[in-house]
């Protein structure tokens, strides 16, 4: 196989057509590059250069090679310059599960920001609940989720990202919905949308820990998969339910959302990651969320 060196040799003394400017070109003296043109042709099997007195030419074998050197090459310069990039988490993908919440506090502003700076990495975003984003950790399907804990797994490792609270979401048309203040102690008989404990362990035994304090326990009427589906049920008066506060502007013609006092009501959201050395891109992308909030 020739080496990358050899075709640079040859490709300056086929572009110059003198030994002497490719030699004072290639930053060398002209008997070893002559030297190792012969050593190109005899690995080749044939003549490559026409030699003569003053002019150099090319048989029809060098000038093929001319052309396959020089994409050679340029494949060549690209692959490194490629991996330089990788390596520099200038290029890659990046895939993230998010729960439904995370769209309306920080994650917009730090995608925006992200894309960006790094205009050349591909951003991959799937909404999940927090149990499917760990499932997929472990499977390595995603490289990064936005997720409530706690976490039962210890495999994997939890970092601050961001701040929410709780808020009371009811149907516009309902009876409490023009009570200022409205406790959860309120919504002792009211039906209740929320979604299986399963799914997100931290945020259901939040939300039960808030009614259980108010005295009761919440009469769940109907399950759904995600808070824009929670949010949508209440819409069509299947029940009351308690919610992100962040999420108060989704269809606010339709839900009415009431922020719920006190610092039980707080709740984060954090990044979840494998444990072990993140790659660059990641490393990134948790720098920039480090670093300060533009928005």
């Known amino acids: 196989m020739i080496d990358l060196r050899l075709l640079r040799q040859f490709v300056a003394v086929a572009e110059e057509l003198h030994f002497h400017r490719a030699a004072a070109r290639l930053h060398m003296s002209q008997p070893p590059l002559t ?51 990788a390596a520099a988490g200038q290029i890659g993908s990046l895939r993230v599960g998010y729960v439904g919440s995370a769209l309306y506090g920080r994650l917009p502003d730090l995608i925006r920001r992200f894309r960006q700076a790094f205009p050349q990495v591909q951003l991959h975003l799937q909404e999940a ?42 149907p516009r048309s309902h009876a409490l919905a023009a009570c200022e203040p409205l406790s959860v102690a309120m919504l002792v008989d009211e039906p209740f949308v929320s979604w299986p404990a399963g799914e997100g362990i931290g945020f259901h035994a939040q939300v039960l820990g808030l009614c259980t304090s108010a005295g009761f326990t919440p009469r769940v009427v109907q399950e759904a998969q995600g808070m824009h589906a929670v949010l949508s049920l209440v819409a069509v008066d299947a029940g009351v339910a308690i919610v992100p506060a962040s999420m108060a502007s989704f269809r606010p013609q339709e839900v009415v959302y009431r922020v719920i006092d006190g610092a039980e009501a707080g709740f984060e ?27």
């Open 35 to 85: 030297a190792a043109m012969r050593r190109l042709e005899d690995e080749v099997g044939t003549r490559l250069i026409v030699r003569g007195n003053r002019t150099l030419g090319l048989t029809a074998a060098g000038q093929t090679l001319l052309v396959e050197a020089r994409a050679t090459l340029q494949q060549a310069g690209q692959a490194l310059q490629r991996t330089r990039e």
């Open 129 to 170: 609940t927090s149990r499917q984003q760990q499932q997929w950790l472990r499977e390595e399907r995603i490289d990064l989720g936005v997720l409530i804990p706690p976490i039962p797994s210890t495999e994997l490792a939890l970092q601050s990202f961001d701040h929410d609270r709780l808020a009371i979401a009811l």
């Open 269 to 295: 959201l954090q990044f979840c990651t494998r444990p072990g050395a993140a790659g660059p891109v990641l490393q990134h992308f948790l720098a920039m969320a480090a670093g300060p909030d533009l928005s």
